[in-house]
């Protein structure tokens, strides 16, 4: 049972544009999410996270929204640009816990020059 | 190197032999985790460390596996027995207190079973 879904395998865009990649998740407990960005034969990297006690965070060109009634959230990335090419894995954690991480299967991201 | 290391990068063992895999973490992270990227999937927590103690193994996949860290520092993931399902990215992960949420990760090992 995959508590952390990431229900696209691949989206590809063009450079300049938005790129939108998204992540349900079905345990409540979750209060924290976290996005990572993996790269080819490197471990996952911190992107940008949110607290359950927000809907938004921004962090320069990346800006995650949680909508905790449909316990969905989004990464946006504006303007896409070809270094964004990667794997994007969408975590939680829960209180109780939050020294665990739990994944989604990951997005493969490719923006087009 | 300041950040966490794993060693091998890529290991090939054959099916039924056993096989270690090292993890030094950034200097002076207290805590340190193990997860197992199969694939097609996302990482999957196996077992976190606080100190010398393992507080949550809960995610060994049985017991042909093992982790230590006997001076709070490195430690090594043990794989007994191995079988091909166990092939995937091991990866490690560490951070100066319990909050995997701050955790830095390792570039993995791959392993290989045939």
């Known amino acids: 049972d995959q508590q952390v879904k990431q229900n696209s395998p691949s989206l590809s865009v063009q450079e300049g544009r938005i790129s939108i990649l998204n992540c349900d998740y079905t345990?409540?407990?979750?209060?924290?999410f976290l996005w990572y960005k993996k790269y080819p034969a490197e471990g996952p990297t911190f992107l940008i996270s949110?607290?359950?006690?927000?809907d938004k965070n921004e962090d320069g060109r990346f800006t995650v929204f949680l909508n905790k009634s449909a316990k969905h959230l989004s990464l946006h990335i504006v303007p896409s640009q070809p270094g964004d090419s990667a794997v994007y894995f969408c975590?939680?954690?829960?209180?109780?816990?939050?020294?665990?991480?739990?994944f989604g299967k990951g997005t493969l991201l490719t923006v087009n020059p | 190197g300041a950040g966490v290391s794993q060693t091998p990068s890529n290991k090939v063992t054959e099916k039924g032999k056993y096989v270690e895999l090292r993890c030094d973490p950034i200097?002076?992270?207290?805590?340190l985790y193990w997860y197992r990227q199969s694939l097609g999937q996302g990482p999957e927590f196996l077992i976190y460390?606080?100190?010398?103690?393992?507080?949550?193994d809960s995610g060994l996949p049985n017991d042909r596996f093992f982790a230590v860290r006997p001076e709070g520092s490195v430690s090594t993931l043990k794989i007994q027995r191995t079988e091909r399902g166990d092939s995937a990215v091991y990866l490690c992960?560490?951070?100066?207190?319990?909050?995997?949420?701050?955790?830095?990760f390792g570039q993995g090992t791959r392993l290989t079973v045939v």
């Open positions: 992960a560490s951070s100066l207190a319990g909050l995997g949420t701050e955790a830095f």
């Open positions: 345990n409540s407990m979750f209060d924290y």
């Open positions: 949110i607290s359950s006690i927000k």
């Open positions: 975590a939680a954690s829960a209180s109780g816990s939050n020294y665990k991480l739990t």
């Open positions: 200097s002076g992270h207290t805590a």
């Open positions: 460390f606080q100190g010398t103690g393992a507080a949550d």
